[in-house]
């Protein structure tokens, strides 16, 4: 009976790697008509000042309208185009995107709103990226100067020379950097002094169940400390209730995010929750 289940599982487990497989397959070959077809869309979410308590950015995050597998993750295409590299076309893409919604949302976005765009290893070590952002630059410095650009702990130890050189070229174009994810790669906090970083972006796994039993406050506290010694401020991702918004802030975290702030939003709920929510009010 068991082993007979057991080899059912696996017959179950081979048949479902093969649609994968055939899936991840078709991904690829779908992307090119899809960059072509523009079915990648951005989602916008709210980035609030923990002591202004206004919206001081927002992140994009990329979604795929695919036309038949409807609305994708992140999650399951980004893996596919990594290995692929057809990530480094899609960064610059989504890139194109956020500086022509910097162009068109102008009028009303509030003074010293930024938008954050996140780029993969590969496309930060990419010329085209960089070249992409200088040609913008001299095109309007006003508008590049509200960017800033998301990249891994990954990105910073592999090729640590072309990202040195690439870092260097951001500052001097006034356009902002964000480590994202920070505490789940490499850790080092050795190396954080060597990059000139404008934002931590704390993981959300350090903000979850946060209390004071399993040490996450004690990790959170040094974390941001020394942050604030290396003169990079920081943001919490994944706030999810209030505890964890005003935990944070007790902190002296900078920047927040998460679900209970708001979740990813479509351009237009983008356009409203900046003019309903008003800068400044107060999140209780
Ligand atoms: P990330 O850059 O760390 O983005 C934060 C992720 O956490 C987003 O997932 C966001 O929707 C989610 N999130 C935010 N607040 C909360 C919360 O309170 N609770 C929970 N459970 N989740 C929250 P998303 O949109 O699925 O993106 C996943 C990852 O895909 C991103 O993680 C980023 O690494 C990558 N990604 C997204 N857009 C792009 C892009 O344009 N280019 C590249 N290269 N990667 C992207
Ligand atoms: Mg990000
Ligand atoms: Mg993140
Ligand atoms: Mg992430």
Same mark, same amino acid.
């Given at each position: ?13 081979? @048949? ?35 002591? =202004? ?18 609305? /994708? ?16 076309? /899609? ?55 509200? /960017? ?23 500052? @001097? ?16 906090? =050795? ?94």
């Amino acid at each position: 009976q068991a082993k007979l289940k057991g080899r059912n599982q696996y017959v179950f487990f081979e @048949s479902l790697q093969e649609t994968n497989k055939s899936t991840n397959i078709k991904l690829e070959y779908d992307f090119e008509h899809a960059i072509k077809n523009q079915e990648f869309i951005g989602r916008y979410q709210p980035l609030i000042g923990f002591d =202004s308590d206004e919206v001081e950015g927002a992140e994009v995050l990329v979604r795929w309208q695919h036309p038949k597998l409807g609305l /994708l993750q992140p999650d399951t295409f980004i893996p596919i185009l990594e290995k692929s590299g057809q990530i480094v076309q /899609l960064d610059l893409y989504m890139l194109k995107l956020a500086i022509s919604n910097l162009n068109l949302w102008t009028d009303w976005l509030p003074d010293k709103f930024k938008l954050n765009v996140n780029v993969s290893t590969a496309g930060f070590a990419s010329k085209e990226f960089i070249t992409y952002l200088q040609e913008q630059h001299l095109k309007s410095a006003e508008i590049t100067s509200r /960017l800033c650009v998301e990249i891994t702990e990954e990105s910073l130890i592999l090729n640590v020379d072309a990202v040195k050189k690439h870092l260097e070229i951001l500052k @001097s174009l006034n356009i902002l950097v964000a480590l994202d994810d920070f505490g789940t790669g490499y850790s080092s906090l =050795s190396y954080l002094h060597q990059f000139s970083l404008d934002y931590l972006k704390i993981d959300k796994s350090f903000v979850d169940d946060l209390n004071e039993v399993n040490n996450k406050v004690l990790i959170l506290d040094a974390v941001v400390n020394l942050a604030k010694a290396l003169k990079i401020k920081t943001t919490a991702e994944g706030i999810e209730t209030v505890e964890q918004y005003q935990k944070l802030k007790e902190i002296g975290c900078d920047v927040g995010q998460g679900y209970h702030i708001s979740k990813p939003l479509l351009d237009t709920d983008f356009k409203c929750f900046i003019f309903h929510r008003g800068n400044p009010r107060k999140i209780a």
